[in-house]
Protein backbone atom coordinates (compact mmCIF):
# COMPACT_ATOMS: atom_id res chain seq x y z
CA UNK A 1 0.00 0.00 0.00
CA UNK A 2 1.33 3.14 -0.90
CA UNK A 3 1.00 6.56 1.14
CA UNK A 4 -1.12 9.24 -0.20
CA UNK A 5 2.00 11.27 0.35
CA UNK A 6 4.42 9.27 -0.83
CA UNK A 7 7.55 10.58 -2.61
CA UNK A 8 7.48 8.78 -6.18
CA UNK A 9 10.22 8.52 -8.63
CA UNK A 10 9.42 7.29 -12.11
CA UNK A 11 12.04 6.77 -14.86
CA UNK A 12 11.02 5.63 -18.37
CA UNK A 13 12.88 4.74 -21.35
CA UNK A 14 11.77 4.09 -24.87
CA UNK A 15 9.30 1.14 -24.18
CA UNK A 16 7.27 4.71 -22.84
CA UNK A 17 6.80 6.02 -26.58
CA UNK A 18 7.03 2.82 -28.79
CA UNK A 19 3.07 2.71 -29.07
CA UNK A 20 3.36 6.70 -29.44
CA UNK A 21 5.52 5.14 -33.00
CA UNK A 22 9.08 5.88 -31.83
CA UNK A 23 10.90 2.79 -32.31
CA UNK A 24 12.66 2.14 -29.24
CA UNK A 25 17.12 1.29 -29.49
CA UNK A 26 18.02 -2.18 -29.23
CA UNK A 27 16.74 -4.56 -32.08
CA UNK A 28 17.66 -8.12 -33.02
CA UNK A 29 20.57 -7.03 -34.86
CA UNK A 30 22.05 -4.69 -32.35
CA UNK A 31 22.00 -1.75 -34.88
CA UNK A 32 20.11 1.72 -34.14
CA UNK A 33 18.19 2.17 -37.56
CA UNK A 34 21.09 0.62 -39.15
CA UNK A 35 23.78 1.73 -38.01
CA UNK A 36 26.19 0.82 -35.34
CA UNK A 37 25.87 2.50 -31.55
CA UNK A 38 29.12 3.52 -31.45
CA UNK A 39 29.21 5.34 -35.05
CA UNK A 40 25.90 7.65 -33.99
CA UNK A 41 26.29 8.19 -30.21
CA UNK A 42 29.72 8.90 -29.81
CA UNK A 43 32.13 11.68 -29.89
CA UNK A 44 34.37 9.44 -31.32
CA UNK A 45 31.36 8.99 -33.84
CA UNK A 46 30.51 12.49 -34.03
CA UNK A 47 34.34 13.17 -35.00
CA UNK A 48 34.70 11.16 -36.92
CA UNK A 49 31.83 11.54 -39.56
CA UNK A 50 29.56 14.35 -37.78
CA UNK A 51 27.49 14.62 -41.29
CA UNK A 52 26.69 11.12 -40.63
CA UNK A 53 25.89 11.69 -36.88
CA UNK A 54 23.98 15.06 -37.80
CA UNK A 55 21.78 13.16 -40.62
CA UNK A 56 20.76 10.51 -38.31
CA UNK A 57 19.41 12.88 -35.61
CA UNK A 58 17.92 14.93 -38.02
CA UNK A 59 15.90 12.42 -39.33
CA UNK A 60 14.62 11.67 -35.36
CA UNK A 61 14.07 15.09 -34.59
CA UNK A 62 11.89 15.05 -38.10
CA UNK A 63 10.06 12.66 -36.73
CA UNK A 64 9.40 13.82 -33.89
CA UNK A 65 6.46 15.86 -35.88
CA UNK A 66 4.87 12.58 -36.64
CA UNK A 67 4.26 11.12 -33.27
CA UNK A 68 1.65 12.18 -30.50
CA UNK A 69 1.48 11.35 -26.86
CA UNK A 70 -0.01 7.73 -25.54
CA UNK A 71 -2.50 7.41 -23.09
CA UNK A 72 0.80 6.33 -20.79
CA UNK A 73 2.31 10.24 -20.83
CA UNK A 74 -1.39 11.35 -20.03
CA UNK A 75 -1.52 9.03 -17.22
CA UNK A 76 2.09 10.43 -15.58
CA UNK A 77 1.24 13.63 -16.43
CA UNK A 78 -2.15 13.54 -14.66
CA UNK A 79 -0.50 11.51 -11.24
CA UNK A 80 1.95 14.43 -11.29
CA UNK A 81 -0.98 16.87 -10.92
CA UNK A 82 -2.51 14.91 -8.82
CA UNK A 83 -0.09 13.62 -6.41
CA UNK A 84 0.06 14.89 -3.12
CA UNK A 85 3.81 13.44 -2.49
CA UNK A 86 6.66 14.53 -4.00
CA UNK A 87 7.05 14.00 -7.72
CA UNK A 88 9.94 13.45 -10.25
CA UNK A 89 9.89 11.74 -13.26
CA UNK A 90 13.22 11.17 -14.95
CA UNK A 91 13.24 9.69 -18.80
CA UNK A 92 15.85 8.52 -20.66
CA UNK A 93 14.28 9.53 -23.86
CA UNK A 94 14.97 12.39 -26.07
CA UNK A 95 11.72 12.63 -27.73
CA UNK A 96 9.18 15.97 -26.30
CA UNK A 97 6.18 13.48 -25.43
CA UNK A 98 6.24 13.51 -21.63
CA UNK A 99 6.12 17.64 -22.01
CA UNK A 100 3.47 17.36 -24.44
CA UNK A 101 1.54 15.34 -22.42
CA UNK A 102 1.44 17.66 -19.84
CA UNK A 103 4.80 16.21 -17.65
CA UNK A 104 6.37 19.28 -15.76
CA UNK A 105 8.15 17.99 -13.07
CA UNK A 106 10.52 16.11 -15.79
CA UNK A 107 14.38 15.54 -16.10
CA UNK A 108 15.75 14.51 -19.88
CA UNK A 109 18.94 12.79 -18.39
CA UNK A 110 19.79 11.69 -22.04
CA UNK A 111 19.43 15.42 -23.37
CA UNK A 112 17.09 16.61 -25.68
CA UNK A 113 16.05 16.00 -29.59
CA UNK A 114 14.25 19.32 -30.34
CA UNK A 115 17.65 21.04 -28.24
CA UNK A 116 20.85 21.79 -29.69
CA UNK A 117 24.23 22.72 -28.22
CA UNK A 118 27.17 24.54 -28.99
CA UNK A 119 30.82 22.85 -28.16
CA UNK A 120 32.72 26.28 -28.62
CA UNK A 121 30.56 28.35 -25.95
CA UNK A 122 28.02 26.12 -24.67
CA UNK A 123 25.37 27.86 -25.44
CA UNK A 124 22.05 25.37 -25.62
CA UNK A 125 18.95 26.49 -28.01
CA UNK A 126 15.40 25.21 -28.60
CA UNK A 127 15.98 23.39 -32.39
CA UNK A 128 13.44 21.30 -34.28
CA UNK A 129 15.10 22.14 -37.95
CA UNK A 130 17.73 19.95 -39.13
CA UNK A 131 21.74 20.50 -38.28
CA UNK A 132 25.11 20.06 -40.04
CA UNK A 133 28.48 20.96 -40.10
CA UNK A 134 27.48 24.60 -41.42
CA UNK A 135 25.41 25.31 -39.03
CA UNK A 136 26.58 28.68 -37.50
CA UNK A 137 26.00 29.06 -33.73
CA UNK A 138 23.50 32.07 -32.99
CA UNK A 139 25.60 32.93 -29.78
CA UNK A 140 29.06 33.19 -30.51
CA UNK A 141 28.94 32.86 -34.34
CA UNK A 142 31.31 29.95 -34.63
CA UNK A 143 30.72 27.42 -37.70
CA UNK A 144 31.38 23.25 -37.20
CA UNK A 145 30.55 23.27 -33.01
CA UNK A 146 26.79 22.94 -33.26
CA UNK A 147 25.87 19.38 -31.82
CA UNK A 148 22.43 17.72 -30.85
CA UNK A 149 22.06 18.56 -27.24
CA UNK A 150 22.27 14.85 -26.68
CA UNK A 151 24.16 12.49 -24.23
CA UNK A 152 26.08 9.96 -26.08
CA UNK A 153 28.24 6.97 -24.57
CA UNK A 154 31.09 8.19 -22.42
CA UNK A 155 29.50 11.38 -21.90
CA UNK A 156 27.83 12.46 -18.39
CA UNK A 157 23.99 12.43 -17.87
CA UNK A 158 22.28 15.49 -17.06
CA UNK A 159 21.12 16.57 -13.30
CA UNK A 160 22.41 13.35 -11.50
CA UNK A 161 22.94 15.29 -8.48
CA UNK A 162 18.68 16.11 -8.36
CA UNK A 163 18.00 12.30 -9.88
CA UNK A 164 20.18 10.91 -7.32
CA UNK A 165 18.83 13.16 -3.74
CA UNK A 166 15.27 12.08 -5.12
CA UNK A 167 16.05 8.20 -5.33
CA UNK A 168 17.71 8.38 -1.79
CA UNK A 169 13.93 10.07 -0.13
CA UNK A 170 11.55 8.07 -2.66
CA UNK A 171 8.91 5.34 -1.44
CA UNK A 172 7.75 4.55 -4.52
CA UNK A 173 10.03 4.07 -7.30
CA UNK A 174 8.47 3.01 -10.87
CA UNK A 175 10.72 2.34 -13.94
CA UNK A 176 8.88 2.06 -17.34
CA UNK A 177 9.68 0.70 -20.60
CA UNK A 178 13.61 0.51 -20.18
CA UNK A 179 15.61 -2.92 -20.43
CA UNK A 180 18.13 -1.70 -17.71
CA UNK A 181 21.44 -1.77 -19.79
CA UNK A 182 22.72 1.14 -20.01
CA UNK A 183 24.24 2.75 -16.73
CA UNK A 184 23.44 4.80 -14.58
CA UNK A 185 19.60 4.61 -15.51
CA UNK A 186 20.17 1.05 -14.57
CA UNK A 187 21.16 1.12 -11.44
CA UNK A 188 18.52 3.53 -10.20
CA UNK A 189 16.15 0.64 -8.93
CA UNK A 190 19.21 -0.52 -6.67
CA UNK A 191 19.63 3.15 -4.96
CA UNK A 192 15.70 2.98 -4.34
CA UNK A 193 15.84 0.28 -2.63
CA UNK A 194 18.56 1.05 -0.02
CA UNK A 195 15.66 3.22 1.22
CA UNK A 196 14.33 1.43 3.90
CA UNK A 197 9.94 0.77 2.50
CA UNK A 198 10.58 2.13 -0.98
CA UNK A 199 8.41 0.16 -2.93
CA UNK A 200 9.68 -0.99 -6.22
CA UNK A 201 7.64 -1.79 -9.74
CA UNK A 202 8.59 -2.36 -12.84
CA UNK A 203 6.79 -2.40 -15.98
CA UNK A 204 7.75 -3.53 -19.30
CA UNK A 205 6.48 -5.93 -22.28
CA UNK A 206 8.81 -8.54 -20.67
CA UNK A 207 11.55 -9.49 -18.20
CA UNK A 208 14.90 -7.30 -17.88
CA UNK A 209 18.22 -7.41 -16.70
CA UNK A 210 17.18 -5.86 -13.79
CA UNK A 211 13.88 -6.96 -13.07
CA UNK A 212 14.67 -9.36 -9.88
CA UNK A 213 15.16 -5.81 -8.44
CA UNK A 214 11.70 -5.15 -8.51
CA UNK A 215 8.94 -6.12 -5.60
CA UNK A 216 6.12 -6.23 -7.93
CA UNK A 217 6.16 -6.75 -11.87
CA UNK A 218 3.51 -5.37 -13.94
CA UNK A 219 3.87 -6.83 -17.61
CA UNK A 220 1.99 -5.63 -20.70
CA UNK A 221 2.32 -2.37 -22.96
CA UNK A 222 2.66 1.16 -20.99
CA UNK A 223 -0.53 3.28 -22.73
CA UNK A 224 -2.96 0.15 -21.27
CA UNK A 225 -1.37 -0.64 -17.79
CA UNK A 226 0.04 2.87 -16.76
CA UNK A 227 -3.49 4.30 -17.07
CA UNK A 228 -4.62 1.47 -14.90
CA UNK A 229 -1.83 1.96 -12.68
CA UNK A 230 -2.26 5.66 -11.96
CA UNK A 231 -6.12 5.33 -11.35
CA UNK A 232 -5.07 2.68 -8.48
CA UNK A 233 -2.17 4.82 -6.90
CA UNK A 234 -4.88 8.42 -6.84
CA UNK A 235 -7.42 6.17 -5.23
CA UNK A 236 -5.76 4.89 -2.73
P1 LIG B 1 15.66 -0.13 -25.08
O1 LIG B 1 15.31 -0.10 -26.52
O2 LIG B 1 16.95 -0.75 -24.68
O3 LIG B 1 14.54 -0.90 -24.29
C1 LIG B 1 13.16 -0.65 -24.46
C2 LIG B 1 12.40 -1.48 -23.45
O4 LIG B 1 11.03 -1.15 -23.54
C3 LIG B 1 12.52 -2.99 -23.66
O5 LIG B 1 12.81 -3.61 -22.41
C4 LIG B 1 11.12 -3.38 -24.16
O6 LIG B 1 10.74 -4.68 -23.71
C5 LIG B 1 10.27 -2.32 -23.52
N1 LIG B 1 9.03 -2.02 -24.26
C6 LIG B 1 8.87 -1.88 -25.61
N2 LIG B 1 7.63 -1.52 -25.92
C7 LIG B 1 6.95 -1.42 -24.74
C8 LIG B 1 5.61 -1.09 -24.40
N3 LIG B 1 4.71 -0.76 -25.31
N4 LIG B 1 5.26 -1.10 -23.08
C9 LIG B 1 6.16 -1.45 -22.13
N5 LIG B 1 7.45 -1.75 -22.41
C10 LIG B 1 7.84 -1.74 -23.68
O7 LIG B 1 15.53 1.37 -24.56
P2 LIG B 1 16.08 2.05 -23.21
O8 LIG B 1 16.10 1.08 -22.09
O9 LIG B 1 15.31 3.30 -23.03
O10 LIG B 1 20.73 6.23 -24.50
O11 LIG B 1 17.54 2.41 -23.62
C11 LIG B 1 18.32 3.14 -22.71
C12 LIG B 1 19.28 4.03 -23.42
O12 LIG B 1 20.01 3.26 -24.38
C13 LIG B 1 18.65 5.12 -24.26
O13 LIG B 1 18.24 6.24 -23.55
C14 LIG B 1 19.74 5.46 -25.20
C15 LIG B 1 20.29 4.09 -25.52
O14 LIG B 1 21.63 3.99 -25.65
C16 LIG B 1 21.31 7.29 -25.09
O15 LIG B 1 20.96 7.72 -26.18
C17 LIG B 1 22.39 7.88 -24.27
Given at each position: ???????????????????????????????????????????????????LVHRFYNLRRAALNTV?????????ARLEREWRGRFLLVTQNVDDLHERAGSEKLIHMH??????????CDAVFAWTKDLDSGTRCRACGEIGGMRPHIVWF???PFEMETIMGALKRAD???????????????????IA????????????????????QFDEHIIG????????LVEQLLAA
Open positions: MIKPNASIVVLTGAGMSAESGVPTFRGVDGLWEGHRIEDVASPEGFARDPEEPNAGHVALGELRKARCECGEFLFLCIGTSGVVYPAAGFAQAERPGCHLIEMNLESTAISRPVAVELPK
